[in-house]
């Protein structure tokens, strides 16, 4: 059979910690004066830590030294880790282990692509560290999404060329990124705002089994 590689973001595509991330921000903006909505929250979705605390100095108009930013930076990702340190198998995004399966079932390579610097930490957490041959996350890259290296790196810990793997992502610089790299790129979530993908899903219960079997039978 055809081999696709098929590589997925880890918040939002295998499991809901933007909501996390979202109390978190939150506590610590308002903390120093920035109000902060899950409208603001909905801007940082795939940007990473220290990218989401300058936008929100931008956005509060606030400068601060370096040693004040790391501060923040440390104070925030404590409170995020004591919502992912109480994090089950039962926060798995729905379905996600029926496409998991389904793509071991037909020997077809897979692996994360995720900004975050806890990524091995939430896949230990949720069970799931074992199913991914290759794992790219915030510690081994330099370059935010959109920019196309967590995609590419991600493709080469395949072995297959960017052209032969597909992404799931639910941020739209998530999906530019995957454009870039010259992969498929798969929206979950809102149509509206992911207008680059090449294919949107709600969620992953509105991709059937047969959809998973076609993009493998692709050339
Ligand atoms: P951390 P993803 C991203 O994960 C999140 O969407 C984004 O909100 C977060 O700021 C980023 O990871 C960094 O996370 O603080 O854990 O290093 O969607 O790329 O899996
Ligand atoms: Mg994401």
Known sequence: MNKKGFIFD???VIVDTAKYHYFAWKKLAESIGISFTEADNEHLKGVSRI???EKILEWGDKELS?????????RKNEDYLSFVNKMTQDEILP???RILNFLKEN???MALGSASKNARSILTKVNLLNEFQSIVDGTNVTMAK????????AAEGLHLPPTKCVVFEDSLAGIQAANKAGMTSIGIGDATILTEAHYVFKDFTHMSNKFLYQLISES
């Open 10 to 12: 880890l918040d939002g």
């Open 146 to 153: 959109p920019d196309p290296e967590v995609f590419l790196h």
């Open 51 to 53: 990218r989401s605390l």
């Open 95 to 97: 379905d996600v282990p």
């Open 66 to 74: 370096e040693e004040q930013f790391q501060l923040l930076l440390n």
């Open 107 to 109: 020997n077809q390579p």
